[in-house]
Structures are given as C-alpha cells and as structure tokens.
C-alpha cells in the first residue's frame, strides 16, 4: 500500500472520532437538560466543522488512502490502530459530521425525558459511525462496527414508540447475527496475508473457494445492514419505532455501511467471487428496488412509507456497485450520499408532523398544506427529490445508477425503471395528501407552521438536494481515482488472472 | 534461604494466615464485622504478596510446587476476584446468622486452594489443593438460610458433592494409569516420558480420564449437571465465588496437562472439540429458556466453558494464552453480573429476570455495570468478552479448525438472545412499583472497578497478553 502523508499535521481522524467521545464526559457534569442540548450541538457542530478541511485538503488526484494513521494496539492479535481516507469514505464520513448536529436539532423537543442518556448514545453513535468509515484495520473496523449496536438499540428500545422492545431485539440480533461470520472472514484473511490491514488485504491471490466463502460471510453480514431483500426486515420495524433522530441515524448513515463494506470488503479483496455472484446480488438489487416501491405504495404510515423507500433506494445503490462500472460505482456512492440527505430529511419531515398531530397516518395527515405552507415546500422537494426529479440530487445518483445497469445489462434497467415509476407514484401520492389532501380534511387550523429551528434543520438538506441535483461535480471529483482503484482491483482482467482456467 | 522460601510463599503464607486467624475469629460470637475485615484484608495482602512475586522462579517442597510469573500472575488474578466477591455481598442476609464468620473463613480456604492449585506441578499436589480449593464450596452452599418449605440447597449442596467426588475419582484413575505408565507422578518427568507413548491408546484414556476432574471445575457437557441447581440454590455470593475464582484454576491446571499431549494429539484435540461444541450448544440453548437469572448465568458458564475449551484445541501457545485471557476476562464479566444480582436482591432471594425491570431508574450505575457484563459475556466489543473471543477464534482458526469457529460464531448469536433479553428487562421495562436502590460507597467501587477492568482489558489487552505468553514460556511446556 503507497500512502500520502498526512497535508493536516493533526491526526485528524483521531480527533473527529474520539472528540464525540470526549464530549461524553462533559455531558457527564452537565446537570440542565438545556445546557445538555445546547453542549451536544455545540460538539457535534464543532465535529461537523472540524471535518471539512478534510474535505479541501483531501488529494483527488490519488487512489490512494490519505490523513494516515497507524499504531501499534494489540501486537500478540496482530490488530493496528489504523486509520485513512480514500475517495470512497471521505463523503460518507462528511455526511455523517453533517447530520449529527441536524439529529440534535430533531430531538429538540421530542425528547423530554432521559436527555442525558439521549445525547450521549448520539456522541457514542458519532464515535462509531465515522470510525466505522474511517478504520483501515479489519478488526477495528470491526469494533466500531459493533459498537454501534449498543447505542443504536437503546435509541430505539427507550426513546421509541409502542413496540420498541420489539424493534430493538429485532435490530441488535438481526445485525449481531449477521456480523459474526464477518468476524470469521476478517479472521480467515489475516491468516492469509499475516495482518488485518485492509489495504494490504486487497489483491492478494486467494483460491477461488477461499474468495467464495469470505464474499459470503461479508456479504451476508453487509446485506443484512443495507439492507438488501429479502433481509430487509428489521428495518421498517426499527424506523417505525425509533425516535426521530434515531430514525434518520439510521437511514442516513447505518444503511451506507452495508454499501461501504461491499465496496471496502466484497469487490477489492474477492474479486473473483464478486464476479460469481454479480448476477444474484444484481437480481437481488432489482428484488429491493420493485419490492420496495410496491410496498412503499401500500403503506398509509408515513414512516413505513419512508422506510420501504428506503428498500428501494437501497437497491438502486447495490445496483450500481454490482454493475462494476464506473458509472454504476459512482452513480452508487452518489446515491448513498442521496439517500442519506433526502430520507434523512424526510424523516425529520415525519418527525415534525408527529410532534404536532401525533400521529403519523397518512389519512389524518391530510391538507396540512393550507396551514404550514413553509413545511410543505420543504416536504415537496423532498419528495421530488426522493423520487428523483431532475433537478435534484437523486436524478444523477439514479440516472448514473441505471447507465451503469446499462452497460451490464439492458435488461436489468428494464426491471429498474419500474422502481422510479413506482418511486414517482408513493411519493406524489404522499405529497398530493399532505399538501392538499380531499375535501373531508381533519381540522388542522390550530398548527403552527415551521419554527427557525426545524427551517434550520432542514436547510442545510435542502442546499444539498440542489446542489448535488444542479452540480454535482465537486462530489463525483473526490470519488474518480478511488473508483479507479477500486475497478482495477475487481476487474474482470484481474479477477480471473489468479484463478487457473477451468 | 529461609528468607527466599517465605518470600516465595508469599501470598500462600498470607492466604493461611488470614484462614488461621479466621479460625480463631470464628471461636467467639457475633464476629461477622471482625471476620469480614480480617478476610478482606487477607485478599488484599495475598493480592499485594502475588504482585511483589511475580518474577520469582523458584521450585519448592522438593518439586512439586513452582513458583513462576505463570502461577503468581493466577494467584494476582485469583487474590483480585476473591475480594470482588467479598465485597459483592455486605450484609449476607441469606447467609444463616450463627455461620457468618465461618462463610468468611470457608472462602479464605477455598481461595487458598485455588492459589496452590495454580503452582501445583506434581499429580498428588495438585489433586490435594484441588481438594482443598472444593471442599469449603461444598459447605458454603448449604449455608443458605432456610426458607419455609424450600431446602433446595441441601439438594443441590449433595449434587455439588457427588459430582465433585465422581469427577475426581475418575481423575485419580487417569492419573493412577499415568504414574503406571511413566513411573512419575511429577508433571516435568511426565513431560518428557510421556512424549514416545504419546499415540498409544492408554496414554491418551489417561490424560483424557486426568482432565475429567477439571473439567467438573469448569462446568464443561458433561460434567456440567451440578451447574444450574448449585447456581441457583446457593446464596448469591456464594454463586458469584463458584462461578468465576475456580475457574481460574481449572485453566490453569488444564494448560498444565494438556501441555503434556502437546505438541501432537489429535485423538485429544478432537475430544476437546466434541466437549466444546456439546457445551457451547446444550448450554446456550437452555439458557435461552431461563427465567431465573443465576440459572441462566449458570448455562451460559456451560457454553463459556466451551468457548474456553476452543483455546485448548488449537495445542499450541496462542490457545493457551487465548483461553487464559479469556477465562482471566469472564471473571471479571461474570462478577460484574453477580454485583448487580447481589444488589438488586435486597433479601438475598433469587433473582428472576423480570425483577431488573426498570434498573436504569432504580440504580443507574447498576444498570450500567450490568449491561456491560452482560454485553461482554455476549462478545461484544470494546468489552474483553470481544477481545477473548477474538483470540480464541485466532487460535483456532490458525490451526484450521474452521468448522469448530464457524460453530462457536452461530453460538455467540444464539447467546445474544438471552443476554439481550436480560437487558431488555433493566432497560427497556418500566420498574413499576419496584423501589430504587442506594449503593454504598464499596458498591460504587466495587461496580466501578469492575467496568473498567472489562473495558480496559478489552481495549488494551496488549500488556496482559505479553505478561500471559511471557508467564506461559516459564511452564515448562514443549513449544
């Protein structure tokens, strides 16, 4: 592995994943549950604006990984503090800093008891997500991998709604489950290579069945976190019942990792096997993409709607990392990025109805937008943008997508169309109801409409929808030399060149 | 001379000094106060003597008894555990009121075993200090206060009993057969006459008949029925010394042994694997159906005994230091657990799952010690359940037995389960009309200390392992 030191001098990435963390112990002292709100804001903000020279000093012209870290931690397991960025999670890792501040702002109100415990498992998550992004050690991958799990079901399971226990087990075990046979892959690959670097582990010949094998037991474990049909079944429970942070958490960071572990695990290091499988992952793709809109259009809550968007959305992404092109790949990192801000927001667009009607059926919903007219043009880009409308961020993700499908297959874009049809129908459905609804409307005379807080909570998605829709270079820029490498590794060429003819 | 043998003997010394004087303190009435302070300050001196020893190397008592950084490190570790489990209970209110001082001095004696069992090289020595080690368990647990109609631990005291004294018949056997066939009782001889009958059918029944005793120490299938009825009959402190100190021993023993069938045995290595997975299925699977939880914590020391078991197949240094660390950890996960049941059980009655209803209002600092026992009896990291697994998975897999990883991996996830649901009780339940609960100042201590020695040894077990692989060169094993 090359490396390009590190342009910042500070180890960066230490402190944008251990800061969270550090704040933990202030929030510790901190008695008021204002001050509680008003400190996680500050340091989640201050980790949104530490991360962005990350940003202007990240190198694009190199494949390579950058703001290196490396130390020694547990010799006698061969494990190493290892820490990088490459052009694949430095967007990940700026999205996740982005909408941290944005969950705290989205559970201003909403949550009113147990705040202390609320923030800190918000800290801890930060701590976890862009570790999870950042580490090139397996097993310290791994660990934040983990660790989020704690947090994440304690979200769900105390601040939830009425079947929270539920959707907690459900979440931890499904994941738990799938993430033990990870543990022994990464296992079996350091036995092959001799350490658990990441990088080092990418273009190393191992035997065809050895490829098979360690794709499956990642895949398994990635496809259950996307999550991809048919393990995608946690996940309405888990965004149903979360709070709305959680909710957003959720769909806007967790569900990437399962997409940035394919990309970091499945395709660099068993290429051959990425090859075997493409057809199945791709068919299973096309499954999310059609089962998702489906049932997204059958759902009259307006979090299960969004979840099952999710679904599809997500398959639109896996997709375009088993087209194995540039366009596919890029169209793919482009639309986790999309789908982390728009569902992000949609949920918090949820959350703010639930905290004025209580309710989140779509029949009781109806005609808000007589009366919050501010919240109905930011739940209409939204919506557009979800169902990707050009102009907005999801047309380049998906059109990327489906040019890559393309070139894989005609077919397959003959299955994928039907997804943004079906994507245009539960969403013009939504917002038709939300905005104007029929003549028999509830009564919702007495809303009041968007506070500054909720406009300053989804402001800065609203930037993001169009400027990703309207130029999206300064985002595709940061990924080419890393899909590059990526390619190279999982190429046909290089893939097959290992493996004896059959 | 004299001066280098006490110095040696130190924390032993310090063990039988502090039984001696309990014994005296147990003669007069009402000294329960007295008894407990001479028993804790007997932990934290033979702590403190295991500490000033650690890089002795000597061989006593004509050589049967050594004296290395491998058995002082154990007794550091045994001398620690023993006064977390004198500080779990402080008013040992199901204890019979009349036997309290002699609770203090039967646990003193029990350690003191464990402390010699762990520098036992010779076959008689060891089955002595073992018997040592057990024979003050067996009365701890019919110390149970009685209640109205249930003599349950009378039931489980004669079961505790008879599996011991079985398991250690048949030890004796295995190990009448290798004094038979090498003509030495001492376990350095052994090492080296065993070795050119290593493949013959007799020395592997042998060794396998030897490890029977230990593994009824370590509640391994099948030596495990004593497990759930002991856990759940014996007052809470007592479970919590049963379950986690002696454990430490029957490891360390087992590397001894096993050692001596190093570095080629596959008869033995398959007969550990066998016995592993036995455990780890029998043990998570009725664990899931538990609704008292020291029965619980009872089958999942059967299936963590499994997971220890996977260190002792791979036969070679990385298992051993793997099933040391790990089984070093579990202690300290387990007492964590046994912390909270002996504070949420206000009258020292069982405990069922659904009384941690609500823990995370009742006692934050309880609920917190809890979930991370719990979570790190799971494997979940940063916690040291993680790391251990880690290692043993390690080991294992090195040694290219896959199919007994991938079995353990489906186990760890069957097991999260019933940690999961303990969990869902303290934080996800409402208490309801379940009173808070006041710690005092040794509680806060005691649950402090105990997180952060799960978490640091899982974040940063680098030094542990070092001191582990360095104390395992000085056994003299064949590596």
Request: proline residues 4%.
């Given at each position: 592995m090359s490396a390009t030191p590190n342009p910042i001098g500070l180890p960066i990435l230490s402190l944008l994943i251990f800061g969270p963390l550090a704040a933990v112990l202030v929030a510790l002292l901190i008695r008021s549950d204002r001050w509680l709100r008003w400190w996680t804001l500050l340091a989640t903000s201050a980790a949104a604006v530490g991360s962005l020279p990350l940003y202007f000093a990240f190198d694009t012209s190199t494949p390579d990984f950058q703001?290196?870290?490396?130390?020694?931690?547990?010799?006698?397991?061969?494990?190493?503090?290892?820490?990088?960025?490459?052009?694949?999670?430095?967007?990940?890792?700026?999205?996740?800093?982005?909408?941290?501040?944005?969950?705290?702002?989205?559970?201003?109100?909403?949550?009113?008891?147990?705040?202390?415990?609320?923030?800190?498992?918000?800290?801890?998550?930060?701590?976890?997500?862009?570790?999870?992004?950042?580490?090139?050690?397996?097993?310290?991958?791994?660990?934040f991998w983990e660790a989020m799990l704690i947090p994440m079901s304690l979200l769900i399971g105390v601040?939830?709604?009425?079947?929270?226990?539920?959707?907690?087990?459900?979440?931890?075990?499904?994941?738990?489950?799938?993430?033990?046979?990870?543990?022994?892959?990464?296992?079996?690959?350091?036995?092959?290579?001799?350490?658990?670097?990441?990088?080092?582990?990418?273009?190393?010949?191992?035997?065809?069945?050895?490829?098979?094998?360690?794709?499956?037991?990642?895949?398994?474990?990635?496809?259950?976190?996307?999550?991809?049909?048919?393990?995608?079944?946690?996940?309405?429970?888990?965004?149903?019942?979360?709070?709305?942070?959680?909710?957003?958490?959720?769909?806007?960071?967790?569900?990437?990792?399962?997409?940035?572990?394919?990309?970091?695990?499945?395709?660099?290091?068993?290429?051959?096997?990425?090859?075997?499988?493409?057809?199945?992952?791709?068919?299973?793709?096309?499954?999310?993409?059609?089962?998702?809109?489906?049932?997204?259009?059958?759902?009259?809550?307006?979090?299960?709607?969004?979840?099952?968007?999710?679904?599809?959305?997500?398959?639109?992404?896996?997709?375009?990392?088993?087209?194995?092109?540039?366009?596919?790949?890029?169209?793919?990192?482009?639309?986790?990025?999309?789908?982390?801000?728009?569902?992000?927001a949609l949920f918090i667009v949820v959350g703010i109805i639930y905290e004025r009607l209580h309710t989140r059926d779509l029949d009781r919903t109806a005609g808000l937008g007589k009366h919050m007219p501010v919240f109905t043009a930011f739940l209409g880009v939204f919506a557009l943008s979800s169902l990707a409308f050009p102009g907005t961020n999801s047309f380049i993700g998906e059109f990327l997508v489906l040019t890559g499908g393309f070139a894989y297959s005609k077919s397959v874009v003959l299955w994928a169309a039907p997804g943004v049809v079906l994507a245009a129908a539960y969403m013009l459905r939504t917002l038709q109801k939300i905005a104007y609804g029929g003549t028999r409307n509830p009564d919702h005379s007495g809303l009041a409409d968007l506070s500054l807080r909720e406009m300053v909570t989804l402001a800065p998605l609203l930037v993001f929808v169009f400027w990703i829709g309207l130029h999206p270079q300064p985002f595709t820029r940061v990924m080419h030399a890393s899909v590059q490498r990526l390619l190279e590794h999982s190429s046909h060429a290089s893939a097959f060149a290992l493996v004896p003819p059959h | 001379m004299i001066a280098d043998f006490f110095m040696a003997f130190l924390p032993e010394l310090v063990l039988l000094t502090g039984a001696l004087v309990l014994f005296v303190v147990c003669l007069g009435e009402g000294r329960e106060r007295l008894a407990r302070f001479v028993a804790l300050g007997t932990a934290l001196l033979a702590g403190a003597g295991a500490l000033l020893t650690l890089t002795q190397k000597h061989t006593?008592?004509?050589?049967?008894?050594?004296?290395?950084?491998?058995?002082?490190?154990?007794?550091?570790?045994?001398?620690?555990?023993?006064?977390?489990?004198?500080?779990?209970?402080?008013?040992?209110?199901?204890?019979?009121?009349?036997?309290?001082?002699?609770?203090?001095?039967?646990?003193?004696?029990?350690?003191?075993?464990?402390?010699?069992?762990?520098?036992?090289?010779?076959?008689?020595?060891?089955?002595?200090?073992?018997?040592?080690?057990?024979?003050?368990?067996?009365?701890?647990?019919?110390?149970?206060?009685?209640?109205?109609?249930?003599?349950?631990?009378?039931?489980?005291?004669?079961?505790?009993?008879?599996?011991?004294?079985?398991?250690?018949?048949?030890?004796?056997?295995?190990?009448?057969?290798?004094?038979?066939?090498?003509?030495?009782?001492?376990?350095?001889?052994?090492?080296?006459?065993?070795?050119?009958?290593?493949?013959?059918?007799?020395?592997?029944?042998?060794l396998a008949l030897t490890f029977c005793g230990l593994f009824y120490k370590l509640a391994v299938f099948p030596f495990h029925f004593w497990t759930p009825d002991v856990y759940q009959s014996a007052s809470n402190a007592v479970t919590g010394l049963i379950a986690s100190v002696p454990k430490i021993g029957a490891v360390a023993v087992l590397i001894r042994l096993v050692s001596l069938a190093a570095p080629e045995s596959q008869t033995l290595a398959l007969l550990v694997t066998v016995l592993a997975v036995a455990s780890m299925f029998y043990g998570n699977l009725i664990a899931l159906q538990q609704k008292d939880f020291k029965r619980l914590l009872g089958f999942s020391s059967i299936a963590h005994a499994g997971y220890a078991l996977i260190g002792f197949v791979a036969l070679d240094q990385a298992g051993y230091t793997a099933a040391l660390y790990y089984i070093i950890g579990y202690l300290f996960m387990v007492l964590a657990c046994f912390a909270v049941i002996c504070r949420v059980s206000t009258d020292?009655?069982?405990?069922?799952?659904?009384?941690?209803?609500?823990?995370?209002?009742?006692?934050?600092?309880?609920?917190?010690?809890?979930?991370?026992?719990?979570?790190?009896?799971?494997?979940?990291?940063?916690?040291?359940?993680?790391?251990?697994?880690?290692?043993?998975?390690?080991?294992?897999?090195?040694?290219?037995?896959?199919?007994?990883?991938?079995?353990?991996?489906?186990?760890?996830?069957?097991?999260?389960?019933?940690?999961?649901?303990?969990?869902?009780?303290?934080?996800?339940?409402d208490a309801g009309d379940r009173p808070a609960i006041a710690l005092g100042w040794p509680t806060r201590v005691l649950c402090l200390a105990l997180i952060a020695s799960i978490v640091a040894l899982g974040v940063a077990p680098a030094r542990l392992f070092d001191l582990i692989s360095a104390s395992l060169g000085c056994v003299s094993l064949p590596f």
């Open positions: 703001f290196l870290e490396d130390a020694s931690w547990i010799p006698a397991l061969h494990i190493r503090y290892t820490l990088g960025l490459d052009g694949i999670s430095l967007l990940l890792v700026l999205l996740t800093t982005l909408i941290m501040p944005l969950c705290v702002l989205a559970s201003w109100r909403y949550i009113t008891h147990r705040v202390r415990e609320f923030m800190i498992c918000l800290l801890i998550m930060e701590t976890a997500m862009v570790g999870v992004f950042c580490a090139l050690d397996a097993i310290l991958f791994f660990v601040w939830g709604g009425p079947r929270k226990v539920y959707a907690a087990l459900k979440f931890f075990i499904y994941t738990m489950a799938g993430s033990v046979f990870l543990l022994v892959a990464l296992i079996a690959l350091r036995l092959q290579t001799g350490s658990f670097n990441i990088p080092g582990m990418m273009g190393y010949p191992y035997s065809p069945g050895f490829q098979c094998w360690v794709f499956l037991a990642c895949a398994i474990s990635f496809a259950i976190k996307v999550p991809m049909f048919p393990f995608h079944t946690w996940l309405p429970a888990a965004h149903v019942e979360a709070p709305t942070a959680g909710s957003v958490l959720l769909a806007s960071i967790l569900l990437k990792m399962g997409t940035y572990g394919f990309l970091r695990f499945c395709l660099p290091i068993t290429p051959y096997a990425t090859h075997l499988f493409m057809p199945y992952m791709v068919g299973l793709s096309l499954a999310a993409v059609l089962y998702g809109g489906f049932t997204a259009l059958a759902q009259s809550d307006l979090k299960k709607l969004v979840a099952y968007s999710s679904v599809g959305h997500m398959g639109f992404a896996t997709l375009g990392i088993f087209a194995l092109n540039v366009a596919g790949l890029e169209g793919a990192l482009l639309q986790m990025i999309n789908h982390g801000v728009t569902t992000g | 006593l008592f004509d050589g049967v008894y050594a004296v290395d950084s491998f058995s002082q490190l154990l007794k550091l570790v045994v001398a620690s555990g023993f006064a977390c489990v004198l500080l779990l209970d402080d008013r040992l209110t199901d204890i019979r009121e009349d036997v309290r001082p002699e609770y203090f001095l039967f646990l003193t004696l029990s350690v003191c075993g464990l402390a010699m069992l762990v520098s036992a090289i010779e076959l008689i020595t060891l089955v002595v200090a073992l018997e040592l080690s057990s024979f003050p368990l067996y009365l701890l647990v019919p110390m149970r206060r009685e209640h109205q109609g249930q003599r349950a631990q009378m039931e489980s005291a004669i079961k505790y009993v008879m599996f011991g004294v079985a398991a250690n018949g048949i030890m004796l056997f295995g190990m009448s057969y290798l004094f038979g066939l090498t003509g030495s009782t001492s376990l350095p001889v052994l090492l080296v006459k065993l070795q050119p009958i290593l493949h013959t059918p007799l020395a592997i029944a042998a020292g009655a069982n405990l069922a799952i659904e009384d941690l209803a609500g823990l995370h209002r009742r006692a934050p600092l309880l609920a917190i010690t809890l979930v991370t026992g719990v979570f790190a009896l799971a494997g979940l990291p940063p916690f040291v359940g993680f790391t251990g697994k880690l290692s043993l998975l390690s080991a294992a897999l090195s040694r290219g037995h896959l199919a007994l990883v991938v079995i353990a991996v489906i186990n760890t996830a069957i097991a999260a389960y019933y940690y999961l649901s303990v969990v869902r009780e303290a934080f996800f339940r």
